[in-house]
């Protein structure tokens, strides 16, 4: 798939096929994230994978329970003083799936980087949290190249350490994302998107 073809088709999905992928094209994904630009030069990231119900069940145990009392309906009818937003939308629809679009990929990719604790004093001082959405990003076209879709889900607040716990990832590294990758569902509905104005965008020389 030519490149420019892979960014313009690729989406967050919540519903996949019950597919097969095989492993060796989640090795080539996996190695194109690693082709990413990496502040230390070190490359230091790891993959976890997780491939039956029952390991995903473990560890997202926390996005089930919150999937499982969201009502989108509430939500999407709740008295507002201006229209419901793309954006609300978007989160009503996705909110009940956070944990079956993880749970329903054939393979789950929890990419992981060095790092204690994210500290935001100075834009640089989140370099290696910058690369590695450089690597995420890597995966999510290669998967799209390939014919394959992503899910994903950021983990919230204390789920980070919930997880982080239970899969035993080291003191020093932390995760950015779960990522669910299979094909997907070619019925699933197509919510509509902000589409931005790349020259209302621009600022030449300075804002204004």
Known sequence: MEFYEAVNKRRTVREFLDKAVDFEIIKRIL?????APTWNHNRNWSYIILRTDEEKEYAFEHAKKIAGRFDA?????????YPTTLAQ???AYAMPRQYTMLKDAPYVVIPV???KELNGEYVSKLNSFSTIWCVIENIFLAATAEGLACSMRIPLNEEHDIVKAKLK???TYMIPVFIGI?????????????????DKQLHFGRWK
Request: no cysteine; charged share 30%.
């Open 31 to 35: 190695r194109a994230g690693n082709q």
């Open 73 to 81: 309906e509430k939500y999407l009818n709740a008295p507002r003083p």
């Open 89 to 91: 939308k978007m989160y």
């Open 113 to 115: 980087f060095k790092s």
């Open 169 to 171: 990832v080291p003191p």
């Open 182 to 198: 299979g094909y997907a569902d070619p019925a699933e509905r197509e919510l509509e998107q902000n589409i931005a104005d790349l």
